[in-house]
Nanobody, 130 residues
Framework: QLQLVESGGGLVQPGGSLRLSCAAS????????IGWFRQAPGKEREGISC????????YYTDSVKGRFTISRDNAKNTVYLQMNSLKPEDTAVYYC???????????????????????WGQGIQVTVSS
């Protein structure tokens, strides 16, 4: 059974940093994309960053470009989201998600359309406030 577990969220002041982790287990193949999504109160869930298996292909939504960095350690089956220069508008529940159905799928499509997502983590709260 596919399982994704997020960690690293919490309360941080504007301008601060957090690093989220997403630990994956239960995959029969290690060829999968992982993405980070978030949902703020009253808003739809949006894809903010996605990464291919090799890490060679990444996508960032415009609002986080230059501030967030996605990376993965395949030996640990873990994907990270380093979030710097956090803003109050980054406050949301953050989810990681994965797909093993990567044929002809770009990480951009996975993020924008939430395409072919097989499993979701339970979500973790990130609050940016002074």
């Amino acid at each position: 059974q596919l399982q994704l577990v997020e960690s690293g969220g919490g309360l941080v002041q504007p301008g601060g940093s957090l690093r989220l982790s997403c630990a994956a287990s239960g995959f029969t193949s290690d060829y999968y994309y992982i993405g980070w999504f978030r949902q703020a109160p009253g808003k739809e869930r949006e894809g903010i960053s996605c990464i291919s298996r090799s890490g060679g292909n990444t996508y960032y939504t415009d609002s986080v470009k230059g501030r967030f960095t996605i990376s993965r350690d395949n030996a640990k089956n873990t994907v990270y989201l380093q979030m710097n220069s956090l803003k109050p508008e980054d406050t949301a529940v953050y989810y990681c998600a994965a797909t093993t159905r990567t044929t002809l799928l770009t990480v951009r499509s996975m993020c924008i359309a939430q395409a072919r997502v097989d499993s979701w983590g339970q979500g973790i709260q990130v609050t940016v406030s002074s």
